[in-house]
């Protein structure tokens, strides 16, 4: 396994609700990228954390935020949940931003109702 | 057009079959690649780094194309547990981490 953890592994919330997903790192890794992968796409880069800022950001709307604690967990945060953010939501980490491997969490599955 | 392409599949194959996945990629600027296994309902695991100069794991052989972009996975005396989507990822710098969306690998018995 690649020591990478989240919590919950499944979530149920309605419209409009709000949800936090939270991403242990693998030891000695201080950036962590968070992804969503809905039903037969490839995941989509949400955005990443290094250093407990955010450091990179892909197509996501600003109700997507984050944090990175001191000890390099985090949390992505959604607001205002919509249908179609019903999806697996992945946490990676990685040494450091520039490195090119990452390691998966087992991802946090939401449905919004 | 994405920036990372791949055939969604699925592939059927007989058990002992060599199968192969293409995936094309459109920034030029990538400087890394992969392909990563995904079980139904599971977190993606990586499989193998992609190489210029080719690279073999075992049964798996993975290829780069630079010239026309494209990489590519060749499964030879395909097994059961090899059923899967394989995911195959562009990187081109900090965070810039592509994936494709996947090929569905179905080996029969």
């Known amino acids: 396994e690649t020591g990478v953890t989240q919590s919950p592994t499944h979530l149920i919330k309605t419209r409009g609700q709000q949800v936090t997903l939270r991403c242990s790192s693998q030891?000695?890794?201080?950036?962590v990228s968070w992804y969503q992968q809905a039903l037969g796409q490839g995941p989509q880069f949400i955005f990443q954390?290094?250093?407990?800022?955010?450091?990179g950001r892909g197509n996501f709307p600003p109700r997507f935020s984050g944090l990175q604690f001191p000890n390099y967990s985090s949390e992505l945060n959604v607001n205002a949940l919509e249908l179609d953010d019903s999806a697996l939501y992945l946490c990676?980490?990685?040494?450091?931003?520039?490195?090119?491997?990452?390691?998966f969490g087992p991802g946090t599955r939401l449905t919004v109702t | 057009r994405k920036e990372v392409e791949q055939d969604p599949g699925p592939f059927n194959v007989p058990e002992g079959a060599t199968v192969a996945f293409n995936c094309t990629y459109s920034?030029?600027?990538?400087?890394?690649f992969f392909w990563y296994r995904q079980d139904c309902r599971k977190e993606p695991k990586l499989l193998m780094s992609?190489?210029?100069s080719g690279n073999e794991d075992g049964r798996f052989t993975a290829q780069l194309n630079r010239a026309s972009q494209y990489i590519s996975l060749l499964i030879r005396d395909s097994k059961l547990s090899d059923s899967a989507t394989y995911l195959c990822?562009?990187?081109?710098?900090?965070?810039?981490?592509?994936f494709g969306t996947g090929t569905r690998l179905k080996v029969l018995a």
């Open positions: 990822v562009a990187y081109s710098g900090t965070y810039k981490y592509i």
């Open positions: 992609v190489y210029s």
């Open positions: 954390y290094y250093r407990e800022e955010e450091n």
């Open positions: 920034n030029s600027a990538s400087q890394s």
């Open positions: 030891s000695g890794h201080n950036t």
């Open positions: 990676a980490s990685s040494l450091v931003p520039s490195s090119d491997e990452q390691y």
